[in-house]
């Protein structure tokens, strides 16, 4: 089974498995969006051939998933491993539903593996809802640089973001409207590309001569972001005027600190760039948007507000309040 198929598989398994918890429109929602994707995503690969640094040959891809791994909302998720061949997989609404937004999604999973469902496919899945096209990064992991974690991720990333701006115009994309959203570990992934004003490889093409650098930012339950123990950010984190909105979300009982996201906005305030941040006091990490009894659920329709107020996508009925 394709890694899209398996998307719509336990899609529609959690939203029946958790209906207690969701309203009906919520379910009204995933069986809406589950339908608008039966086609297969567009799949390209980031590079035109080996990705920049890489030396050696890595065991097959594959999903690394145990029996006895943690369930998330009570279903299993993708974890992706050994990510030799970056791709982006492009999710698309329909053709009459579009509104010229895209996001750029990076999942999380420490830089060993990535949770390509809970943090990939599930969130373009909720964006084609919105009429955004989510386009899904599938990064090189594990890590390539010990010290430089972030490294073959971001530099995937930011040739993603100029890959999506060459075919904008085939994917019914405006240039300018195009975000970055990550979790975790994809979160600093996302981070970094939105804050790095030069790229981490040499130019390879033309692609290369268009723009890295996302319009928006969303990290939800970002990591990486301040030195271990601190509330410092990394000496490398250096924001400016020029640096695009953020949009975060995180919970104060997460393991992850929450001087990842409090910094970063910080440093955004002072540099006059605009941040929205929603801190909830419970939900801990790693729970995409599945569905539970916490209240950090509900991040994606702030998040929709977020989108709404930066006229990133056209503005809507504000809809009734309701458990992602």
């Not at 981490?200 to 890295?212: F, G, K, T």
């Not at 990591?223 to 990394?234: C, M, N, P, R, S």
Request: negative net charge; contains cysteine; charged residues 20%.
């Amino acid at each position: 089974m394709s890694h899209t198929s398996q998307f719509r598989r336990y899609t529609l398994d959690n939203a029946m498995h958790n209906s207690p918890f969701l309203s009906l429109s919520v379910c009204f929602s995933l069986a809406l969006a589950s339908a608008t994707q039966a086609a297969e995503p567009i799949v390209l690969n980031v590079w035109p051939g080996t990705p920049p640094g890489e030396t050696k040959e890595l065991p097959a891809e594959a999903d690394q998933t145990k029996p006895e791994d943690k369930l998330i909302a009570g279903r299993r998720i993708i974890k992706l491993g050994n990510v030799s061949t970056p791709q982006i997989a492009v999710y698309q609404p329909p053709a009459d539903k579009r509104n010229g937004t895209a996001v750029v999604i990076c999942p999380g999973g420490g830089h060993y593996i990535l949770a390509y469902d809970l943090e990939g496919t599930e969130i373009a899945q909720w964006l084609n809802t919105q009429g955004i096209t989510g386009i899904v990064l599938k990064y090189r992991v594990p890590f390539r640089d010990p010290d430089e974690r972030w490294k073959a991720a971001v530099q995937d990333a930011q040739r993603a973001m100029a890959l999506v701006r060459h075919h904008a115009a085939q994917w019914d994309i405006d240039p300018n409207r195009i975000g970055i959203c990550g979790f975790s570990a994809g979160g600093e992934t996302a981070a970094l590309t939105a804050i790095f004003t030069e790229r981490q490889y040499e130019p390879i093409d033309s692609v290369d001569q268009l723009s890295s650098r996302p319009d928006f930012a969303m990290l939800i339950y970002a990591a990486g972001l301040v030195e271990k123990d601190t509330t410092t950010l990394h000496d490398y984190i250096k924001v400016s005027k020029d640096t695009p909105p953020m949009f975060f979300v995180h919970a104060y009982d997460d393991r992850v600190s929450a001087h990842h996201p409090l910094s970063l906005a910080s440093a955004l305030k002072q540099v006059g760039v605009s941040a929205e941040l929603h801190l909830y006091a419970t939900g801990g990490h790693g729970y995409g948007l599945r569905p539970t009894e916490e209240p950090v659920n509900q991040w994606p329709q702030q998040a929709e507000k977020w989108l709404a107020r930066q006229v990133i996508v056209p503005k809507s009925e504000p809809s009734k309040d309701t458990a992602h």
